[in-house]
């Protein structure tokens, strides 16, 4: 801020109202810019005494007895309305509570009945586990015994099946041999026969084929005799007509 030069112009000594009341001391100072304040320079003095304030009446003024009972009422209206809320509150967790505990006791309940109900499931499943395992082990056993005394047996007869076979497959195979030659000598008579018989076809063609060039050149020979027949006779037509024509 720039620095203000103040300059006095005047000051009022202590003077008194028309009412008798003292005034106070000013000053009036103009600064550089044109501002002009005044400055009270002391309080107004005076001999006589100050004016006692006016008192309220005593009717307005509050009972303290009055205000305690009003506080106290309060008070208690307060810890009556907190007691209230609390006891709400109570009861409300108590019912939280109450509801949680439900919650955990149906919980509980169903995690014993379903452990029990598995519990009981793979007891079951076990059982017939172990029925199966021992039925099969007991079916392999009567199984590799069959199959043991089928061995032994095999063993003891080997010799004698093995040469029974075989003089019953060189039956079957002399047997065999016997038919499938009779079955190509069979063959053989069908097919010469069938020969035979398409060369009496083919001799009987060929006799036919004769017959037919034989027949086709006489109705060739007849054709042309009977188109020679046809042209003579035409010749005479025209000499014919011609004669008659010069007649005319």
């Known amino acids: ?9 005047h000051t009022e000594p202590d003077t008194m109202t028309p ?9 009036q100072e103009e600064s550089r810019g044109g501002l002009r304040y005044e400055v009270i320079l002391a309080d107004p003095v005076t001999d006589t005494p100050p004016k006692p304030r006016p008192v309220s009446p ?9 205000i305690t009972e009003k506080m106290i ?37 169903f995690i014993n009945a379903t452990k029990s109900a598995l519990d009981q499931k793979m007891k079951i499943h076990t059982e017939k586990h172990e029925e199966f395992l021992g039925d099969l082990i007991s079916k392999v056993k009567d ?64 006799q036919k084929l004769e017959k037919l060039q034989i027949i086709q050149e006489q109705i060739q020979s007849k054709l042309k005799d009977a188109e020679n027949r046809r042209s003579i006779h035409e010749e005479k037509l025209k000499s014919k007509l011609v004669e008659h024509v010069s007649i005319c």
């Open 1 to 9: 801020m720039g620095s203000l030069q103040s300059q006095p112009e």
């Open 19 to 27: 009412s008798g009341d003292p005034t106070e001391i000013r000053c």
């Open 58 to 66: 005593t009717a307005k003024t509050p009972d303290i007895e009055s």
């Open 73 to 109: 009422a309060a008070e208690e209206r307060r810890k009556t309305l907190e007691a209230t809320k609390l006891n709400e509150l109570k009861a409300k967790m108590s019912r939280i509570e109450e509801a949680a505990k439900k919650r955990d006791e149906k919980t509980q309940e």
């Open 143 to 206: 199984h590799l015994e069959i199959v043991d005394k089928h061995r032994q047996s095999t063993t003891e007869s080997g010799d004698k099946m093995t040469e029974e076979v075989r003089n019953s497959l060189e039956e079957r195979l002399r047997t065999a041999s016997e038919q499938r030659e009779e079955h190509l000598r069979k063959q053989l008579e069908r097919l010469k026969e069938h020969a035979e018989s398409c060369a009496r076809v083919r001799e009987d063609n060929k």
